[in-house]
């Protein structure tokens, strides 16, 4: 039987939390599974609800103000015991299979150190999506290289990943200054320390819609804008340790994150850095309409300027 420590933060997380939580003891397998709440200073009544539902494997710890869902996990990290962990915020959910199949891929493959399943992601907007699509392959599989899949199919979020909690704790955890990609960085990190797995089910569902609406989707969106950096900063724990034969495949995945740092550099008003970036990146962006066009206009100070305003204008309309 496998023991998971299940690290969830919770920021006003009253309308989903409870369907998270269920999801979590409802897994199929008789694992022995410890659950960790870490709640950032909510202001709701998320803890009452937690409180209710009485489950004896809970333990709850409190931030003493809003540090971001970074702190919140390094600290459920710092305090977890199982063999393998995971990541799963307070309006996301399981499958009944998820620690099944991923628990038994980490023990059937010991040099492993990560694997992630297939996602279903409901937006705030109604529209729902499944990740990656086409899957990378068509049975559970031990990557030969993480950041060549990674660059071509986006498959890792989080929610979807068990990892050793060995290498979790080697990694130092999430950097707590990153409001965005905070995420990404660390599956990046996490992927020097060996080879992850992939399972083509879709296990792990994204549905913070309802939470998204009740808090306000731009003041949400403002404050990850505002931490974004340059590519070159959020890459620095990686590079340091990034094996030499991955190097071209981990510049094709840092492109497809350095397009999204861009975009909320953009978006917060720092037109010049979030330019550099698209410059230094762009021939290695994933080939889709909007990256070429953010390629061209970045050509022209001016004509990226006029690129920013409507691309502005435009989210704050949504």
Request: aromatic share 10%; proline share 5%; with cysteine.
């Amino acid at each position: 039987m496998s023991s998971v420590s299940v690290i969830i933060p919770t920021f006003n997380a009253a309308p989903l939390i409870e369907r998270t939580l269920r999801s979590v003891i409802s897994q199929n397998g008789g694992h022995d599974i410890e659950i960790i709440i870490v709640d950032d200073a909510s202001t709701d009544n998320t803890l009452d609800v937690i409180a209710s539902l009485a489950i004896p494997s809970i333990k709850i710890l409190k931030q003493d103000g809003n540090h971001g869902p970074a702190a919140a996990r390094n600290r459920g990290l710092s305090e977890a015991t199982g063999e393998f962990m995971a990541f799963l915020d307070g309006d996301d959910f399981w499958e009944p299979e998820f620690l099944n199949q991923t628990t038994e891929f980490l023990e059937n493959h010991p040099q492993a150190v990560a694997v992630s399943v297939m996602q279903r992601h409901k937006t705030f907007n109604g529209k729902e999506s499944v990740l990656p699509d086409p899957p990378p392959a068509r049975q559970a599989v031990q990557l030969d290289d993480f950041y060549d899949t990674w660059a071509k199919y986006n498959h890792v979020c989080t929610g979807s990943a068990l990892i050793r909690t060995a290498v979790a704790k080697a990694t130092g955890g999430q950097r707590e200054d990153f409001r965005v990609c905070e995420d990404l960085e660390f599956w990046a990190l996490v992927a020097t320390y060996g080879p992850w797995g992939f399972i083509p089910e879709i296990l792990f569902t994204s549905d913070g819609g309802l939470i998204t609406k009740k808090h306000g989707w731009l003041a949400k969106a403002r404050k990850r804008w505002a931490s974004a950096v340059p590519i070159d900063i959020w890459s620095q724990r990686i590079v340091q340790r990034l094996p030499q034969g991955m190097k071209d495949s981990f510049a094709r995945a840092q492109a497809r994150i350095a397009r999204g740092m861009a975009y909320s550099m953009l978006l917060d008003g720092r037109y010049e850095a979030a330019r550099q970036d698209v410059l230094k990146c762009s021939a290695l962006f994933p080939k889709n309409r909007l990256n070429s066009v953010f390629a061209i206009c970045s050509r022209s100070r001016c004509l990226w300027f006029l690129f920013a305003t409507i691309l502005r204008i435009r989210e704050h309309l949504r």
